[in-house]
């Protein structure tokens, strides 16, 4: 958005070689400060492995010693920045797991949660917003724009929980919680597993769409308008040209930028985009994970997920950069 | 483009006019409304008038404690709202200045602090909050709105950064200089009046923002601390009781929706405002 | 936006119907025989992961669940729950035992029993296990609790022979209660501090009821039935751990069918009647291990080296008549329901003890202010809160958050004592940060919750002299030496220990160390297409090889296609 891309196409290597340097920069940044605020936050990693069962002080140095929880802090950072380096990204206080495979167990069910909420929410919110530029002021745009900001309004785990005690507890039409049901066998045929993962599915993403449909209907809407004024549509639909094809056609290649621009900002929340709908409807995302890791002072698991949602989101403004460039014909001029 | 009159005009239309109104009323709500209704944090009678449905003594039932669910709405309105203005504020003062010393000073200075602001802003908010809330014994209320200031600053001081380096070259600017204003002057007379617009907007926004994440961290249980009311913890005390006193969650639920929406409403005339007078 | 959702939520039933019309197809050809023979699948809804579900590592609850189904003990606990004696035991991997002398026990192993990787349970794999687990520098949280054992050895493939360093009432529990073997032929070769991270931990073999087939950390826990087990082949083939750690969604997921039974439905009381208005759902109140209570710091918090006493609490009249200031009963019962019990002591419902304790103290306010007052508390200021030497009656009581009944509680007691002049802060603060506060001393007030395992000797790790200010032992630092004599003589008296246990608990009423709260029965909530579907206190799914389902009212899941 705070547009590098006008870079001239002879420069794009270099551009692209700085962006990339930006980035891991940006990444080891953000790795550090969540250390350091993981340092000086107080509490006991080795707190939740007890849970009402003390640990006795023999196992506890045990699992100090194992975690090296043991090292000042310092150490401890550099030993994981090393690890790092090698590929390793340690092994999880609360269960034991390597944090990679925790990750990597994790990243589909985000993925496909964030995947659906954003095709939901642009494929949705892009014509929604284009009909409401179309007609400004009508009742259809009014009636849209409040609809949409309501819900913009309500606190996504609220919607949540109230949607789960409506449709799943008390008429049972989708399950309330998880992604899959774990008695479904592996072997069955995939169609039926899709269908299954599928029915999981439509609560949480029902939930976060209704949610933040409204930035993309605003977004799209505010652009679409200028768009539609602009000499060259204004020429378009001047020569007598399908309505169809002035408004899709001209007008809505001109406004796709900023549009765009939010997709990009959008892709990490693919990853973290939704701790508190995770939770209330227990989709074994990131977000979860993370959220328990932070409260149980996990630190391996903090710095892997930190790690790859900061990755995400640096990524993510390189893509809206670019996307930018490629949608905006006066940028690619 | 003077900031005051597109955004006079702006707070006349319909929806601003709504919004407006809705926070008047949730204002006086809160300022009258504890004087009138029954202590919030009293627990009259936890074994027969827990979970009470609505009705004349308690107008939107009562509790799991049994406490007035209207009385606690009302005064943690006073809280929910406390903590969201004086955060934003918070926020917006520092985001500006960050803002307004990269955008104008440049250089080193606008390298390093733009790289600390990605780093920060790489890791979500959610999590930095977690992470500062849990340094807190008791979480006090000031630390509370620090907290949700401290970590709410960054986009806008990308928004003011940007604005800033478009003004600089501006005539006007470019004059002021060259008339000998010293650095100082130029970035708090010239620069900053004319940034504010965008500046406003966001904060406008943000206060919504603001109230839905204090509800979300007191769902988590980090928040405004018991026996204070807020809304986020009365939804993070209603969950366990959401189907047995259906009221204890629609209520502040509702009202949350309502208030971020009064707000939303202003924010989105105001923004239509510095978009029509750009 | 409402409108949107119909034809999305219909299209997915749809799909759903698709779903149910494939998957009979993929099932053998249904019919009076399978109607008759149901493989049958119980899915049991817990709140966290199973980290280590093998003995000598296991720690938490769900741990201990898993480990139960995959590794028997040497012998089960009667109904009782007595853990003296050498009679309350039902055998299970040993078929019989007997007493040689005051301090030899010879346990005979079952020919049958079978490692799930075929191979016979010998003793070697009872000696490797119990060297292991009371080895102090190896055996994790049992190992001070073993430390009588003095030897363990085989005679032949299956004997094994324990002596004892003395004669003490909790011989034969200590053999057969805490750790149950493990597989010598397998974990032999791993040195004990590497165990916790090998291989043998995340696919563990056993010889259970039930075996080990797969875990999706986060997920689930899958096992599967042992045909042919020797204690019979379990009725219901497949059981599925799924871990959900918000207790919302866990009980939705009961609510919605999806799931079979749940561990420990959360309070409030509210959430046991929309089980009981289920239909197809029943409560199961089962006794455990479980004990709430406020504990009093005898140390004080702002003296770092927690040498001097504590300015307030350290006076036993404040003490009594903070426990006498509360209505215990009414909030307990405001939170458990019909469940609630207030212990007077350090006794859940586990400990055959109990019943040994006097009788919980009435609340009294009145006799609170005189003790109070005689502990030279007075509202000088007219605050509304009593102070002495300038010094107000302020507490600070530490609350974990992830924890809905102590916060209710807690919240109950800061109104019941505001009256009386006794401000109190609660803190509710996040596990990790509730723990550190609580080994380290830093509170005045702590709401702690155990949950106990059946013998009463774990009263030496929280209320002994010696374990004094150890973390995660007696951390509130109360010290009778009086109480721990009494202890110990219940502990190594030849004859019937419940006189000294009773002036033990008697001795401790009187110190007032803590505010005994709850120790309640927990609901659990089970289908009511199982039959037999019976739950043990001192392992609650324990029996769940004894249930089957109920062919008529058999779901899909219990007809798996393979």
């Known amino acids: 958005m705070l547009s590098r891309g006008t870079a001239p196409a ?51 140095a045990q699992l100090e010693a194992r975690f ?25 206080i609360a269960t034991g797991q390597p944090v990679a495979g925790l990750l990597l167990a994790r990243l589909p069910a985000s993925l496909l949660l964030g995947g659906t909420v954003l095709l939901l929410t642009f494929g949705l919110g892009i014509p929604l917003g ?23 309004s309500v606190p996504a785990f609220w919607l949540g ?3 789960a005690a409506l449709v799943a507890v008390r008429w049972r039409l989708l399950p309330a919680a998880g992604m899959a049901d774990p008695l479904l066998d592996p072997a069955a045929p995939w169609a039926v597993r899709a269908a299954d993962v599928g029915r999981h599915l439509v609560l949480p993403a029902v939930t976060l769409t209704v949610v933040s449909i409204a930035a993309v209907m605003r977004y799209q809407r505010a652009a679409m308008r200028s768009a539609l004024a602009l000499p060259s549509v204004l020429a378009a639909r001047a020569r007598g040209l399908p309505e169809r094809r002035v408004v899709w056609g ?32 227990d989709w074994p995302g990131l977000g979860q994970l993370a959220a328990a890791a932070v409260a149980a002072r996990d630190y391996p698991v903090v710095m892997g997920v930190t790690l790859v949602v900061a990755a995400t989101t640096v990524a993510g403004n390189v893509v809206a950069d670019l996307l930018h460039v490629a949608a905006d014909p006066r940028l690619r001029g | 483009m003077t900031a005051g009159s597109p955004f006079g005009r702006a707070l006349c239309t319909p929806g601003a006019r709504a919004g407006l109104a809705l926070l008047a009323l949730l204002v006086l709500a809160a300022l009258a409304g504890p004087a009138l209704l029954p202590d919030p944090t009293a627990q009259p009678d936890v074994l027969g008038g827990a979970g009470l449905p609505p009705g004349t003594t308690h107008p939107l039932g009562t509790d799991q404690l049994s406490r007035d669910v209207l009385a606690r709405l009302v005064s943690g309105a006073r809280i929910s709202l406390t903590v969201a203005l004086l955060s934003v504020a918070l926020a917006v003062t520092i985001g500006t200045l960050v803002g307004l010393l990269a955008g104008y000073a440049g250089g080193w200075v606008d390298a390093v602090l733009m790289r600390l602001v990605d780093a ?54 470019l004059g002021a200089e060259a008339l000998g204003a010293g650095p100082m002057r130029v970035a708090f007379r010239h620069l900053l009046p004319n940034a504010l617009g965008p500046v406003l907007v966001s904060a406008t926004l943000g206060v919504g923002n603001v109230i839905l994440l204090e509800a979300g961290l007191s769902f988590l249980g980090l928040g405004v601390q018991p026996p204070k009311p807020s809304w986020g913890g009365m939804i993070f005390d209603a969950r366990e009781t959401m189907h047995a006193a259906p009221w204890t969650m629609l209520a502040p639920g509702i009202a949350i929706a309502v208030t971020v929406l009064a707000v939303n409403l202003v924010g989105e005339a105001l923004r239509r405002a510095t978009e029509q007078g750009s | 936006m409402s409108r949107a959702r119909v034809p999305l939520a219909s299209s997915f039933l749809a799909l759903a119907r698709v779903a149910a019309i494939l998957l009979p197809g993929v099932l053998p050809a249904g019919g009076l025989a399978a109607q008759q023979d149901v493989p049958g699948a119980v899915v049991i809804v817990i709140g966290r992961d199973p980290v280590t579900p093998v003995p000598t590592l296991t720690r938490s609850s769900a741990d201990l669940d898993v480990a139960n189904q995959l590794f028997l003990r040497l012998a089960r606990l009667a109904p009782g729950l007595r853990t003296w004696g050498d009679s309350g035991f039902v055998p299970e991997l040993a078929r019989r035992w007997s007493r040689r002398d005051s301090v030899t026990l010879a346990f005979d192993l079952d020919a049958r029993a079978r490692w799930h990787d075929g191979r016979p ?6 000696v490797l296990t119990l060297d292991r687990a009371r080895n102090p520098a190896t055996g994790g949280r049992h190992a001070a609790q073993l430390s009588e054992i003095a030897s363990v050895k085989a005679e032949g493939s299956r004997r094994v022979v324990v002596t004892f360093r003395r004669s003490y009432a909790e011989q034969l529990y200590d053999v ?33 009821p039930y075996r080990w087939v797969r875990s999706v950390p986060g997920q689930l826990v899958e096992l599967e039935a042992v045909r042919g087990h020797f204690l019979g082949t379990p009725g219901v083939r497949r059981v599925v751990f799924r871990i959900v750690p918000d207790a919302d969604a866990r009980l939705n997921l009961l609510l919605s069918g999806d799931g079979d039974a749940q561990e420990a439905v959360s309070p409030p009381v509210a959430n046991l009647e929309r089980i009981r208005a289920a239909g197809h759902l029943r409560e199961v109140p089962v006794a455990s291990g479980l004990l709430g209570y406020v504990l009093f710091n005898f140390a004080d918090p702002a003296d770092s080296a927690r040498a001097r006493p504590h300015p307030i609490l350290g006076d036993p009249r404040v003490r009594r008549a903070l426990v006498r200031a509360l209505d215990r009963t009414r909030m307990v019962r405001s939170v458990f329901g019909p469940y609630a019990a207030v212990p007077e002591g350090p006794t859940s419902q586990l400990w055959w003890i109990r019943s040994l304790a006097p009788a919980p103290l009435a609340p009294d306010t009145a006799a609170a202010r005189q003790l109070l007052a005689d502990a030279g508390w007075r509202d000088t200021d007219g605050d509304g809160v009593l102070d002495r030497d300038g010094r107000p009656l302020r507490l600070r009581l530490n609350v974990p958050a992830p924890s809905p009944p102590r916060r209710l509680i807690a919240l109950q007691m800061q109104e019941q004592l505001r009256p009386l002049g006794v401000q109190l802060e609660v803190n509710v603060v996040e596990g990790g940060v509730f723990m550190q506060r609580r080994n380290a001393g830093d509170f005045d007030l702590d709401f702690g919750g155990a949950v106990q395992e059946p013998s009463p000797s774990g009263i030496v790790n929280s209320w002994s002299c010696a374990n004094a200010g150890k973390p995660d032992g007696n951390v509130g630092r109360y010290c009778d030496p009086g109480v721990d004599s009494l202890v110990s003589l219940a502990r190594f008296t030849g004859g019937d220990p419940a006189p000294y246990w009773r002036e033990a608990l008697a001795r401790i009423q009187r110190d007032a160390p803590a505010i005994f709260l709850y120790a309640p029965a927990t609901a659990f909530a089970v289908s009511t297409r199982y039959r037999n579907a019976t739950l043990r206190p001192d392992s609650p799914w324990g029996d769940l090889y004894r249930w089957s389902v109920d062919p008529a009212r058999a779901l899909p899941r219990d007809r798996p296609g393979r």
Do not use: C, K
């Not at chain 1, 090292?71 to 340690?90: E, K, N, V, Y």
């Not at chain 2, 928004?159 to 800033?164: D, M, P």
């Not at chain 3, 349970?121 to 009872?126: K, L, P, Q, S, Y």
């Open chain 3, 121 to 126: 349970v010998v003793a070697n794999d009872v």
């Open chain 1, 161 to 163: 929980l109230v949607l």
């Open chain 2, 120 to 173: 920060a802003l790489a890791i979500p908010r959610l999590f930095l909050l977690l992470l500062l809330l849990a340094a807190w014994d008791r979480i006090p209320l000031w630390a509370l709105v620090v907290t949700i200031g401290a970590t709410g600053w960054l986009a806008t001081s990308r928004v003011v950064r940007a604005e800033v380096r478009r003004l600089a070259t501006e005539p006007f600017v």
């Open chain 1, 68 to 92: 090296g929880l043991d090292r000042p802090a310092a150490a401890q950072f550099a030993a994981w920045a090393t690890a790092l380096l090698r590929g390793d990204l340690g092994t999880s």
């Open chain 1, 250 to 281: 001209h007008a809505w290649r001109n406004a796709l930028g900023p549009v765009i621009a939010l997709l990009g900002l959008w892709l990490p929340l693919l990853v973290t985009g939704a701790v508190f709908v995770e939770y209330v409807f």
């Open chain 1, 130 to 152: 284009v009909l409401q530029a179309r007609h400004p002021g009508s009742l259809v745009d009014r009636l849209l724009g409040g609809l949409s900001l309501t819900a913009w």
């Open chain 3, 176 to 208: 057969v209660f805490p750790v149950p073997p493990l597989p010598a032929h397998l974990v032999g070769a791993i040195p004990a501090e590497s165990l916790e991270a090998s291989p043998f931990v995340r696919q563990p073999v056993g010889n259970g």
């Open chain 1, 10 to 60: 002879a420069d794009v290597t270099r551009w692209a070689a700085g962006r990339l340097a930006q980035g891991v920069l940006t990444v080891a940044l953000a790795a550090v400060l969540a250390f350091v605020l993981m340092r000086l936050a107080p509490g006991d990693p080795l707190a939740a492995l007890g849970e009402d069962r003390p640990l006795t002080a023999e196992a506890r």
